[in-house]
Antibody
Framework: EVQLVESGGGLVQPGGSLRLSCAVS????????MSWVRQAPGRGLEWVSG????????PYADSVKGRFTISRDNSKNTLSLQMNSLRVDDTAVYYC????????????WGQGTLVTVSS | EIVMTQSPATLSVSPGERATLSCRASQSVSNNLAWYQQKPGQAPRLLIYDASTRATGIPARFSGSGSGTEFTLTISSLQSEDFAVYFC??????????FGQGTKVEIK
């Protein structure tokens, strides 16, 4: 059974940092690209960042470029998102999601972890 | 960036009735279009990909159609568990795979 489990969310002050993790199981992690997608309270879905299966390609949304860093450890089946210089408008549920290579949809999602940026 | 526009924002439907949801892309995305269902407090679930292919385990009452810039998700006979928010997403131009703003299907 494919499983994606996020962790690391919480309350942080503006300007602070947080590191999210996504532990995966039930599939060969190193065969798939992964992404982080966020959803602000009561809002729609926004793609944040992605990483290729090998980790060599790491695109970012303009809204987080230079502040967030995505990474993966294929030996530990773990995806990470380091978030620095957090802003109030980064408040959202953050989902990790799996995607095959090429133009494909997100076929599996984690349950999400809530990040709240507030003073 | 490709903009995805969904209509209507809210659709009120009685159980057993048909629901038709629309999604329009600002430029052609070929058939690289997915539909997701999201229930309160849950992650999105993939329903349809490649515009018309049902994902694993998705009931036959869900169907997708369209190509280019105009797409439709049809739920042939709404069940109680189908009341949710539905998002479309294009993945023809990556990154980003842009999402529509969602259509809420509520009980009439």
């Amino acid at each position: 059974e494919v499983q994606l489990v996020e962790s690391g969310g919480g309350l942080v002050q503006p300007g602070g940092s947080l590191r999210l993790s996504c532990a995966v199981s039930g599939f060969t992690f190193s065969d798939y690209a992964m992404s982080w997608v966020r959803q602000a309270p009561g809002r729609g879905l926004e793609w944040v960042s992605g990483i290729s299966a090998s980790g060599s390609d790491t695109p970012y949304a303009d809204s987080v470029k230079g502040r967030f860093t995505i990474s993966r450890d294929n030996s530990k089946n773990t995806l990470s998102l380091q978030m620095n210089s957090l802003r109030v408008d980064d408040t959202a549920v953050y989902y990790c999601a799996r995607k095959s290579a090429g133009p494909r949809p997100f076929d599996y999602w984690g349950q999400g972890t809530l990040v709240t940026v507030s003073s | 960036e490709i903009v995805m526009t969904q209509s209507p924002a809210t659709l009120s439907v009685s159980p057993g009735e048909r629901a038709t949801l629309s999604c329009r892309a600002s430029q052609s995305v070929s058939n690289n279009l997915a539909w997701y269902q999201q229930k309160p407090g849950q992650a999105p679930r993939l329903l349809i990909y490649d515009a018309s292919t049902r994902a694993t385990g998705i009931p036959a009452r869900f169907s997708g159609s369209g190509s280019g810039t105009e797409f439709t998700l049809t739920i042939s006979s709404l069940q109680s568990e189908d009341f949710a928010v539905y998002f479309c997403q294009q993945y023809n131009k990556w990154p980003p795979g842009t999402f529509g703003q969602g259509t809420k299907v509520e009980i009439k």
